[in-house]
């Protein structure tokens, strides 16, 4: 047991008094086991004391034995190392002899291979005066395989001897070639058949050579070859721009025509390649002398000059075609293409193509193309002649970006002129047809820039690209509808004032989609002019400017439209502040004003609703609502008197208002977002109807209906509410003056929100008998208005069973501040 108790263990063993005669025989027992245990600890104790004795003995024996193996080792040791010397001094003898041997037969086979370096060099001396270069070609092989075993002897006299020999030699072989190659293209060569042969085998020869020896040797047949170049397009005569195209005549005319000859030298000196790159070199140092003259003579026609472009970049396109560089206009023009389509209107061939064309174009890409270091002087292992010539070209094509800009200027004008405003029918985009017009111009001329040059005349032809939009953008705000300005309109009431026609509203939704359109195909221009040119001009490739001012656009467009419609609900508003609302004699049917309204709506917004995108819509709904909601409870405050009748035909008037503004998503045929529309409408109306109820309200429980009913009232809004009602000015005053006594506004309790607070509150202030008996007193005015409601609803008209819903809620919702704005 962990913790004994000896009291408890007593108890346990005798319970009961009677228990106690079994004491003495558990002493006995317990003696007993006593002494037991102490037998065990001596036997244990003595145990251990033999143990320790032991264990000393087996300590002290197991070290003498470790001394007496360490003595073992070093005995073992000692006579290795003496049988070790004793193979030394056997083998000695015999390891001297094995030295002699190796040292004997490398002087064996060096004297052989000095022999035979000897008389190859002789035997090469002997070809090289004859100029036998076939058998010199492979006899340079064989001797400077032979030199290379005499790299460590290069100290020996006669080795420096044969060294200096050799290359006196291959200087003289050098000779011999460069003289011979000098005789090509001169005539000989028709003249001794066997000097192309004699040639040929002369590469050969110049293989063997150092590599220099075959660079300078294809520099100067390239250099002789063009000299006569030089000296025909130096001349006046032909030193002008209009000729650039016979210079391109003239190098291909000389390839085709020496093609048989230049054949005897090897493929892989490619000579024709060395050449072409050589010529254009030369060509491109002449034509900016050219170029730079033309600056002297600005009378010097544009077209003149892009026309020697052209013909540059054709002939760079064909010697990459020739020698394997590729051409660098692949998948540009499909790119061009692509922009301004729209991917809705494209079919499943469109979109496959497209793919196809884009996977054909990564494919092109070989893996050799991939590779960092290139020799650029093996065709397609690098060397692009796109620009090798053409680049030239760039400084001075300032006016060819000025040509581009005038007539993308005249383009623009002439569409703009030649617009008709309308969309024909069947068309899906709604869009005018001078926003298409306009970019397909824009791609034709990114196409000829891009087939001319892809650095900076390129990135000033897309900031030209970007003063035309800007352009466009300014041309269409000149056709949306203007409101009215000056004396005039100021003195009669119309300034601000838009007069739409059903065309107008047509033309406004027509410049919203091309102006979409117009944003959206502008950042694919900016995508696509990005990958065309030059890397390191990417970055300045940017067209946000422009997608903003077609987006302040598309803005303007609508909130002229809102004001268009805003001025056609002028009259309806203004027929409704004549209606004799003081003198009404029973509550018929909707007013004509309302009747006006629906007219308007129904007229204007399921055209507005076709051919607007359900953002935009959206959009419109959104600034529509914010205005005619608040215009509708001011224009109420216009009105003369209103009396009790009035009130209820106003009431039934705003109860129809309200249903046509709600009905307004569902004839636009849009009806995604209608949900906050609608609470936005009816928030806007129900403060109409409770303004409306508030004067229904008899006299003495006015100010307590508008409290409740209107908590945001002010006193001179009060005070207007006291004249529609008709009452005189001093029933007025008394009324005003209680009114402001006792507060604008009946302060409702406020409800502890159900979520935890995010900071400390206020402790919440103790409800006295005071704030009781108000609460009370509200509870009471609403009592009333709904009395009020259900005594309208005895003359047979059941809408105004539920005028008092409204004021159940009167919480600032969060499209207030827009309304207000």
């Known amino acids: 047991m962990d913790k004994l108790s000896a009291l408890e263990y007593i108890n ?29 600890i001596l036997a244990a104790v003595r145990q251990q004391s033999n143990s320790r004795t032991k264990a000393k003995e087996d300590l002290a024996a197991a070290t003498h034995a470790v001394e007496e193996l360490m003595y073992k080792i070093r005995e073992i040791k000692t006579k290795a190392e003496q049988s070790e010397t004793m193979v030394q001094e056997i083998c000695r003898d015999i390891k001297k002899l094995d030295f002699a041997k190796k040292h004997i037969t490398t002087t064996i086979t060096a004297l052989h291979r000095l022999t035979m370096l000897v008389s190859a060099v002789e035997q090469l001396q002997l070809m090289a005066s004859k100029r036998q270069y076939k058998e010199v070609a492979a006899q340079l092989e064989a001797v400077n395989q032979l030199c290379s075993h005499f790299e460590a002897y290069r100290d020996i006299p006669k080795i420096t001897e044969l060294r200096e020999k050799f290359k006196n030699i291959k200087q003289i072989l050098k000779s011999h070639v460069f003289s011979d190659f000098s005789s090509l293209g001169t005539g000989k060569e028709t003249e001794e058949s066997n000097l192309l042969q004699q040639l040929s085998d002369a590469c050969l020869v110049v293989d063997a050579l150092e590599p220099s020896v075959r660079e300078e040797l294809v520099n100067n047949f390239c250099s002789r070859e063009l000299t006569s170049y030089e000296q025909i397009f130096e001349g006046a005569e032909l030193a002008k721009l209009d000729k650039t195209e016979r210079r391109y005549a003239w190098i291909k005319r000389r390839i085709r025509t020496n093609e048989e000859i230049w054949k005897i030298f090897p493929s892989t000196w490619h000579v024709p390649y060395r050449l ?7 060509t491109r140092k002449q034509l900016e002398v050219i170029l730079d003259s033309l600056k002297e003579k600005p009378d010097v026609g544009t077209l003149l000059l892009v026309r020697a472009l052209q013909r540059t970049l ?31 209107s494209q079919n499943v061939s469109d979109i496959r193509k497209k793919y196809e064309r884009k996977l054909a174009a990564n494919q092109g890409t070989g893996p050799e193309e991939k590779e960092g270091n290139k020799d650029l002087s093996v065709p397609g292992a690098g060397f692009n002649f ?21 007539t993308l200027m005249e383009n623009l004008d002439k569409l703009v002129q030649e617009e008709t405003w309308d969309i024909e029918e069947g068309s ?64 009669t009431g119309m300034d601000g004032q838009i007069k739409m026609s059903d065309k107008d509203e047509k033309v406004i939704c027509y410049i919203v989609n091309s102006a979409e359109y117009c944003r959206k195909t502008s950042g694919e221009l900016a995508e696509s002019v990005s990958k065309i040119i030059d890397s390191q001009l990417a970055a300045g490739v940017d067209m946000s400017s422009v997608e903003e001012e077609f987006s302040g656009l598309i803005t303007e467009a609508l909130m002229t439209l809102v004001h268009g419609l805003e001025t056609k609900f002028d009259a309806e508003m203004a027929a409704m502040t004549r209606v004799p609302w003081a003198t009404l004699e029973s509550v ?16 204007s917004i399921p055209v507005l609703g076709s051919l607007l995108s359900p953002v935009y ?13 608040p215009r509708f409870y001011a224009n109420i405050f216009k009105c003369k008197q209103i009396s009790e009748t009035g009130t209820q035909q106003m009431l039934l008037d705003t109860q129809a208002v309200k249903t046509i503004l709600l009905e307004i998503p569902s004839l636009g045929r849009q009806t995604s977002s209608a949900a906050s529309y609608s609470k936005f409408v009816s928030r806007e109306m129900s403060k109409a109807e409770s303004l409306l109820k508030v004067i229904l309200s008899p006299v ?60 400390p509150t206020a402790p919440a202030p103790a409800i006295t008998n005071q704030s009781l008996g108000f609460i009370a007193s509200r509870e009471d005015v609403l009592t009333r208005a709904a009395a009020l409601g259900r005594g309208a609803a005895t003359t047979g008209f059941k809408r105004f069973l539920a005028l008092t819903e409204a004021a159940k809620d009167r919480k600032d919702g969060p499209f207030r501040k827009l309304f207000n704005a």
């Open 12 to 40: 346990q063993m005798f319970p009961t008094e009677a228990s106690l005669t079994g004491v003495e025989p558990l002493m006995q027992k317990i003696q007993s086991e006593i002494r037991r245990v102490d037998g065990g």
């Open 276 to 282: 072409c790159i050589q010529f254009c070199k030369k």
């Open 314 to 344: 054709e002939f760079e396109d064909e010697l990459a075609e020739k020698f394997g560089g590729g051409s660098t206009n692949r998948g540009i023009s499909n790119e061009i293409e692509e922009i301004g389509r729209d991917s809705n």
């Open 386 to 406: 796109r620009g090798i010539i053409s680049s030239c070209f760039e400084p001075h094509l300032t006016v060819y970006v000025e040509l581009e800009q005038k």
């Open 428 to 491: 899906q985009n709604n869009v005018l047809s001078s926003s298409m017009q306009l970019f397909l111009i824009i791609k034709r001329s990114l196409k000829r820039c891009s087939a001319l040059t892809k650095g900076h005349t390129l990135l000033n032809l897309f900031k030209v690209f970007e003063r035309i939009l800007k352009a466009y953008v300014t041309k269409l705000k000149v056709r949306l509808p203007k409101g009215g300005i000056g004396l005039v309109a100021a003195a």
């Open 588 to 603: 018929g049917d909707q007013s004509e004003y309302v009747n006006g309204i629906n007219m308007i709506v129904t007229n």
């Open 617 to 629: 819509f959206q959009y419109f709904l959104d600034k529509l609502a914010s205005s005619l909601g």
């Open 700 to 759: 003495d429980s006015v100010a307590d209906t508008y409290r409740a009913l209107l908590p945001e009232g002010t006193p001179m809004e009060f005070q207007r509410i006291l004249e529609l009602k008709g009452l005189k000015k001093a029933d007025q005053q008394t009324i005003l003056d209680d009114f402001i006594k006792h507060g604008p506004a009946i302060t409702q309790p406020s409800i502890a929100p159900s979520t935890a607070p995010t900071a």
